[in-house]
């Protein structure tokens, strides 16, 4: 190999806080899966549904359909494995959570103990 010293200037990056975490639904899909991925295992990405907290590991971008947009933040589809939030642009398909006091699992045993609807909002 050969050796390049560095040019310019050095780039400092701050401490990693729990508050980085905090998911933002107007952001876009595509941002809102990388600070998931970003954020696993640790602080982790989460959101809240009611008074609960949700820390959200796995995720996927769906592109946003000819359908009406809801708010961000609002659960658009549900089915029995898996649901999609709108986000500021694009769906994001939620693929494994935790909730908070449980173990982390899948959407689809997330769902059959905690039945979410169309509509419902988290953040």
């Not at 190999?1 to 933002?24: F, H, N, S, V, W």
């Not at 907290?53 to 589809?77: F, M």
């Not at 959570?97 to 905690?114: D, I, P, S, V, W």
């Amino acid at each position: 190999l050969t050796r390049i010293p560095q040019e310019g200037e050095t780039c400092y990056a701050g401490m990693i806080t729990k508050t980085l975490g905090k998911i933002d639904w107007t952001k876009d899909a595509a941002s809102i899966e990388r600070l998931i991925r970003g954020m696993s295992p640790w602080p982790s990405a989460y959101t809240s549904l009611g008074t609960k907290t949700v820390k959200l590991w796995k995720a996927q971008v769906l592109p946003q359909g000819p359908e009406a947009k809801a708010e961000p933040g609002t659960v658009v589809s549900v089915s029995k494995d898996s649901f999609s939030v709108q986000t500021g642009d694009g769906l994001l398909l939620i693929r494994e959570l935790q909730l908070e006091g449980k173990k982390r699992m899948e959407t689809a045993a997330f769902l059959r103990g905690c039945p979410l609807k169309k509509g419902d909002r988290l953040g």
